[in-house]
């Protein structure tokens, strides 16, 4: 069993940063691949970004390429989400989650949920 807590949501202005932290509390954390998530309102979980139990490779989803960048420390058991230059379109419920699954991108290949953390971005 995982259980992962998401924090470093908030209100921003369009142009500015945030950082997501999410901590994780199983011992085997470094063998999960992590992925972001977000749901905005009235609209389906999408794939934000992933990165493997390695940190050899990263994933991105092309709204986020360039502007997002997700890490992982395994000693602290903590995957984050550096999120700059954003724009309103990026409002959103953002949600860390753990895989051991081949498939990136699918919601479904992920067994391990934070509850989330809101994401706003004014105009």
């Known amino acids: 069993q995982m259980q992962l807590v998401e924090s470093g949501g908030g209100l921003v202005q369009a142009g500015g940063s945030l950082r997501l932290s999410c901590a994780a509390s199983?011992?085997?954390?470094?063998?999960?691949?992590m992925g972001w998530f977000r749901q905005a309102p009235g609209k389906e979980r999408e794939f934000v970004a992933a990165?493997?139990?390695?940190?050899?490779?990263?994933w991105y989803a092309d709204s986020v390429k360039g502007r997002f960048t997700i890490s992982r420390d395994d000693a602290k058991s903590t995957v984050y989400l550096q999120m700059n230059s954003l724009k309103p379109e990026d409002t959103a419920v953002y949600y860390c989650?753990?895989?051991?699954?081949?498939?990136?991108?699918?919601?479904?290949?992920?067994?391990?949920w934070g509850q989330g953390t809101q994401v706003t971005v004014s105009s």
């Open positions: 989650a753990a895989s051991r699954a081949p498939l990136i991108t699918p919601a479904a290949s992920y067994d391990y």
């Open positions: 199983a011992r085997t954390f470094s063998t999960y691949r």
């Open positions: 990165i493997s139990w390695s940190s050899i490779n990263t």
